[in-house]
């Protein structure tokens, strides 16, 4: 390594990159080119903004997250065969050495009730469920072959988020900042919002950084209350108060600094600076009753409510003020049949339509905006649904469908993704994976392609080895690029 | 914001490795594990290594027959394929190849080369070979303090480095130090003024000893176990149910404590329960392999996951006690280390015969009742088998009153339950006892052939006549010819000590690992560490060093050249942890509790309003009385949701073996200590101390809480800044006295009578400055 760079990275205290450049190499110097353009920001920030491996489509990402797993088979990929033999027992070459969470013995298929049509000029196939996209169709691309290795809900939303399905990798966000930076000095680099109250199965680990630094891993913020942990003065501290306790503060640190000569004391006088102003900004940015009333309509947001439209509205505010990564999680998509919520039928035209209101809204916002083109926005749950009926539910009124990891769909929009296209097919009956098969790691590729990254190149080093995303597998899906 | 973790692994092998042999002069022969094991591993060895299946070209460079065959001529580097095809212009031919993403700089091909050129000499990995004691090195130079073997070897690298030590702390710092190294909080009033006052020689050795005898001791080092351990009192996934096994750590709080030999509590921890006529301590040191996640969410097999349990107790076995990381050969053979994957499986097979499954309930459990129940539970016991004798061969419509009887005292005796339970490690016995198979790919459910008990190949064997146990296993982590553990656990202690291991990556000693700053002092400590496993003893001996006793006090020009402070020419200065930096403020407020062992407590966090998916809300009904008040070792912890102030401060949420917590400076740990709750009641409650016990004047109360605070008497400057503060804040407050009020009482209550609510305030805002200060969370 050149003495040069060791020593300025010994200065400059962002070793913690150089590290990474040992290995894949590429970061560290692309990163003190971004330094020289970018001196706005404190040299020591490791969230200042940098630049990826090459210029990327997107420079933000806003993750829908549908916990549970929504049925793609009522919602997305039409299957016109399952419907024909609906109510026949599953042939047996499926269920061949095959494991399910709550079904044996030999289920029934099951064909979609929803009425299915092709939307748009692009003729994108969309259920009724989903009617609010609709409008969108010609905006997104619907890739209809998805696969996990995953049936569970935590380990599966540990791979699609992780890239490993246990805990202790980090996440895709955390990955992103650590790659990118964050353009907002006032806010966190990466936000998670969690809609009606419940956290997925994957728990923090989702958003966690891993063997990242702790300062890459999403901060959890709240829609309604305090936005942030602590982020209010406590009762009867005013802002002047606070003030002058910080300049108190600033003047005895200053003290120890000139003492001890060390220079993490100058980075904590910044941090607490840095606080100050986050109080501020954060509590302005989460406040969606700022917006105008035909905005909060058309999401379907109320303020001071914790639903997942207020969450697209808000994850709008945050990528406008300059995160670069948000994470929502919506809950209610495990579709078993086990209550009337979760029917494929009644239930899901109501979660869906609610859902996708917000969704819709959020892509035409970006759009009107002019952030579409380099936002990029993901829809999906973390696995796919049976084609046949769930095995505990199947002698009740209701109908569910079991976990399926085999074949599923996902959608995306912006960022440099095609507009009005889509990608991959299942087999006839939506079993398997027919065409043009996605990965989870090949969808992490991408995503990460997008944002400028070589994914095999995008690394840090630990327990004496470069680990990635991807892990060893990865291929970018160039076809769904623009 | 500065990261003191997880960097500068570039600029320390350069700078702590290479450096030295070129200030010897461009003669020095290379030495392989120093300088070119590294640049292999890092380049060739993941396609030229140990792993057979994706071996390319037929070759391995991890062994000297394997380079001779193919890529290296010894002696002459023209005729090595090795040296050629680094050096190539042909894309087609250069090595590492363009799409594994690799380059060798000009400064490593030279190393290659000159390696070649002097015989290509191979050297089995440093770690794997076991430690010699040293000689110590005489250090003839009498600027540099030397107050026992560790300084000299110190010593002797600062002279070559030509660099000086820093004089001795003052005595104020070094108390606060030690206290805060050894105990995990500050030093009480009486013990820095017996300190500072005692002018003996042996006035330092004193307070460490004074130190070390403390129950804050266990509790503090118990924090860094409990870390290794993975303890939380939930058992994780998904729905993250509360989990009991509290007893676990007050095991290894008391252990601590007992100063129980090392290798004592190794053993008990991984095979207690196969010792002769296990004590019930010994049994529930077994719980350390009962952290391990359970999975309860519904559709998931039990099978799957108590395979992932025992998968986690072996890659926490080896990380734990010999720096290994085993996880890569679950799946495939080692890429960078000499370990296959049937040997992977071999240590599987030691732990997979325990009773446990994964099971909702925890089972097996060993329960503890409280004397006065289990007495009466022996006397139901007693009454129903003599009922049942007298019930014995009568028809089912005889003896009613009897039969009733009985019933009743079924239901009684089912009612009584034990006063808590700890899960426990426990041997399957015959038919019960499970075959070990390879798992291909690490799927539990694609197997290969039986695999029996053994350790890799690469590390001493177990004994000749040793029956294959998990207890001869345990037996053998501590064992005089185990190389790495002795390293492994010494390195850990001085990375407690010091901020940073001689090995930096504590967590990893193979060949992918760093190498020691200091190779002969890690030795020296490891041989005099597996004397006795004596760990009071050893820790003292760090701490009396003059190393460690230096002011931290640093010019830009050492900080450019050491930033990390490895060759220690200045005094350890690190973040404390979570758990110290809540339990300072806590003591520095008067409210922190001495209470110790027992329940995990819940002190107050902020209710989120969410749940875990499928489980329970994950908010809490915060403890009352002294509860709120517990050492953050008691804090209770859950893996969905780690304590959030704590979490901050980068406590890990224990789902895996910690072996190295991050040390972070962001602005969230800002927002936390300046208003989290627990933080806004401590500078009250300093407050208050000040105003009630400080002295007259301003100044003096200020002076009080500045020394409640960070030990040492504060400079008049310092004085002056907190006064003018105070006034400034109690000017403002008088404008608006129901703000002062709410400022100083909430959340810690009314204030005692005759203390005026607009001075509280004000001594609040300082109280609040001064728990937030640079030094206040940093070793000074």
Request: glycine share 8%; hydrophobic share 35%.
């Amino acid at each position: 390594m050149n003495p040069n760079l060791a020593r300025l990275q010994a200065i400059t205290r962002r070793n913690f990159l150089g590290a990474s450049s040992l290995g894949l190499g590429g970061l560290a110097l692309s990163q003190l080119d971004a330094n020289a353009a970018d001196n706005q920001r404190d040299k020591d920030d490791p969230l200042a903004p940098r630049k990826p491996h090459f210029p990327g489509t997107a420079k933000r990402v806003i993750y829908l997250h549908m916990s549970g797993a929504p049925p793609h088979l009522d919602l997305l990929d039409y299957k016109p065969e399952l419907v024909k033999h609906d109510g026949e027992a599953c042939p047996d070459e499926y269920l061949k050495g095959k494991r399910f969470a709550f079904t044996s013995g030999v289920p029934k298929l099951l064909g979609t009730k929803q009425p299915f049509k092709q939307h748009g000029k692009s003729g994108i196939w969309m259920s009724d469920a989903i009617k609010p996209l609709h409008d969108v169709a010609d905006d997104v691309t619907v890739i209809r072959s998805m696969k996990t290795d995953e049936f569970n809900h935590a380990p599966a939303e540990l791979l699609l988020y992780t890239g490993f399905a246990r805990q202790g990798r980090p996440s895709l966000g955390a990955w992103t900042c650590y790659g990118l930076g964050s353009e907002s000095a006032n806010l966190p680099g990466f936000v998670v919002l969690i809609s009606n109250g419940v956290q997925p199965s994957g728990g923090q680990g989702c958003w966690g950084s891993g063997f990242l630094p702790s300062v890459f891993q999403g901060v959890q913020c709240r829609s309604k209350g305090e936005p942030v942990l602590y982020l209010s003065d406590p009762p009867g501290m005013d802002r002047d108060m606070r003030r002058l306790g910080l300049d108190a503060m600033k003047d005895l640190n200053e003290i120890q600094e000139k003492e001890l000569g060390h220079p993490e004391t100058r980075t904590r006088i910044a941090q607490y600076e840095l606080a100050f102003r986050m109080q501020l900004s954060a509590t302005e940015v989460m406040d969606i009753s700022r917006e105008p009333a035909k905005v909060l309509d058309s999401y379907g947001a109320k303020p001071g409510a914790g639903t997942f439209a207020n969450n697209c509205l808000l994850a709008r505010r945050l990528v406008e003020s300059g995160v670069r990564y948000v994470q929502l999680f919506d809950w209610g998509w495990d579709f078993h049949g086990t209550n009337p919520n979760e029917d494929i039928r009644d239930g899901l035209t109501r979660k869906g339509t609610v859902t996708t209101q917000a969704v819709a809204a959020l892509i035409k916002d970006l759009k009107n905006r002019d952030m579409l083109k380099d936002t990029l926005v993901v829809w999906g749950g973390e696995f796919g649904r049976t084609p046949f009926r769930e095995g505990r539910t199947a002698g009740g009124q209701v109908l569910g469908r079991d976990h399926y990891p085999d074949c599923f769909s996902l959608m995306l929009a912006g960022g440099g993704i095609k507009a009005g296209h889509t990608h991959g097919e299942s087999d006839d009956l939506g079993f398997k994976v027919g065409k043009d098969m996605v990965h989870i790691h090949d969808l992490q590729a991408t995503i990460q392609h997008c944002l400028g990254f070589d994914h095999t190149k995008l690394t840090t080093r630990f327990q004496g080895r470069d680990y990635r995303l991807t892990d060893v597998h990865g291929k970018v899906v160039k076809d769904i690029l623009v | 914001m500065i990261f003191s973790t997880g960097s500068l692994r570039v600029v320390c092998i350069i700078t702590l490795a290479l450096s030295t042999s070129s200030a010897r002069g461009q003669t020095a022969k290379v030495d392989f594990n120093r300088d070119v094991r590294p640049i292999l591993s890092n380049n060739c060895f993941a396609c030229h290594g140990p792993d057979e299946k994706v071996r390319k070209g037929k070759f391995r460079l991890d062994t000297r027959e394997g380079a001779l065959e193919v890529a290296v001529v010894p002696g002459k580097p023209e005729a090595s394929s090795l040296v050629k095809r680094l050096t190539t212009k042909d894309a087609e031919e250069a090595m590492p190849p363009a799409k594994f993403g690799k380059k060798l700089t000009a400064r490593e091909i030279e190393i290659l080369t000159q390696w070649v050129k002097e015989g290509a000499d191979y050297a089995t990995h440093w770690a794997y070979v076991k430690p010699v004691k040293p000689a110590v090195p005489e250090v003839k130079d009498a600027k540099y303090a030397i107050r026992n073997a560790v300084d000299a070897f110190i010593a002797a690298r600062l002279i070559k480095e030509k660099l000086t030590q820093q004089p001795e702390a003052d005595k104020y710092t070094l108390a606060r130090r030690v206290a805060l190294d050894l105990t995990g909080l500050p030093p009480t009033p009486e013990e820095v003024e017996t300190f500072v006052k005692d002018a003996s020689p042996d006035a330092y050795e004193k307070l460490v000893d004074k130190l070390l005898a403390k129950t804050a001791y266990g509790e503090h080092f118990a924090r860094l176990w409990l870390d290794l351990a993975r303890y939380a009192d939930s058992a994780g996934y998904a729905d993250d149910p509360a989990r009991t096994i509290w007893k676990y750590r007050d095991y290894v709080i008391n252990s601590f404590n007992a100063n129980k030999p090392f290798d004592q509590f190794t053993i008990e921890q991984i095979a207690g329960d196969l010792l002769p006529k296990p004590t019930l301590e010994q049994q529930i040191a077994t719980a350390f392999h009962r952290n391990t996640m359970t999975n309860s969410e519904g559709g998931t097999s039990d099978e799957e996951f108590r395979n992932v349990a025992i998968v986690d107790r072996v890659n926490t076995t080896y990380m734990v006690w010999m720096g290994t990381s085993m996880a890569c050969a679950q799946c495939h053979t080692h890429k960078y280390d000499p370990i296959t994957q049937k040997e992977f499986f071999g240590s599987f097979a030691f732990l997979n015969n325990t009773a446990d499954a994964d099971r909702p309930d925890e089972s097996p459990t060993l329960p503890f009742w409280a004397d006065e129940v289990l007495a009466k539970k022996k006397g139901i016991e007693a009454e129903i088998a003599g009922l049942e004798e007298k019930l014995k061969g009568k028809k089912p419509d005889e003896m009613k009153p009897e039969r009733d009887k009985l019933a009743a005292l079924k239901k009684e005796a089912a009612a009584l339950k034990p006063t808590t339970s700890v899960p426990i490690m426990k041997e399957l016995e015959g038919a019960a006892r499970r075959k070990t198979r390879l798992q291909f790919r690490g799927n539990f459910m694609d197997l290969g052939d039986e695999v029996t008990e053994g350790v890799p190949a690469v590390f001493p064997p177990l004994p000749k006549d040793a029956p294959k146990t998990r207890l001869e296993f345990a037996k053998w982590l501590v064992s005089a010819e185990n190389p790495l553990t002795a390293r492994v656990i010494a390195n850990r202690l001085w990375e407690q000590m010091f901020g940073t291991g001689i090995v930096r990556t504590s967590e990893e000693f193979g060949t992918q690992g760093e190498l020691p700053s200091h190779p002969e002092l890690l030795d020296f400590l490891a041989v005099d560490l597996q004397s006795d496993w004596n760990v009071k003893r050893f820790l003292k001996q760090l701490v009396m060093s003059a190393a460690y006793r230096q002011s931290a006090k640093v010019t830009p020009d050492l900080f450019e050249r050491d930033p990390e402070n490895r060759l220690l020419a200045r005094g350890p200065r690190v973040r404390l942890s979570a758990e110290m930096i809540r339990d300072q403020a806590l003591t520095a407020a008067g409210l922190l509790s001495p209470k110790t062992l027992g329940p995990s407590v819940k002190p107050p966090q902020p209710n989120l309003g969410v749940s875990a998916a499928f489980g329970g809300s994950i908010d809490w009904q915060t403890s009352t009385g002294e509860d709120k008040f517990r050492r953050g070792i008691y804090t209770q912890w859950r893996r969905s949701n780690p304590y959030p102030s704590m979490s901050t401060f980068d406590a890990p949420n224990r789902d895996t073996c910690i072996v190295r917590r991050a040390r972070t400076n962001t602005p969230l740990q800002a927002l936390v200590s300046m208003n989290d709750p627990v933080y806004v009641e401590a500078a009250q409650g300093l407050a208050r101390r000040m105003i009630e016990k400080g002295g007259a004047t301003p100044a003096d109360k200020a002076t009080f809480g500045f020394k409640a605070c960070l030990v040492r008497p504060p400079t008049e400057g310092e004085v002056s800044r907190l006064v003018k503060l105070y006034e400034d804040s109690k000017a403002k407050f008088a404008k608006d006295a129901a703000k002062a009020t709410q400022f100083a009482t909430n959340p810690l209550g009314p204030l005692p009578k005759g203390v005026d609510a607009v001075d509280a305030a004000a001594w609040t805002v300082v109280a609040n400055v001064m728990l937030n200060l640079d030094e206040m969370v940093m070793k000074r």
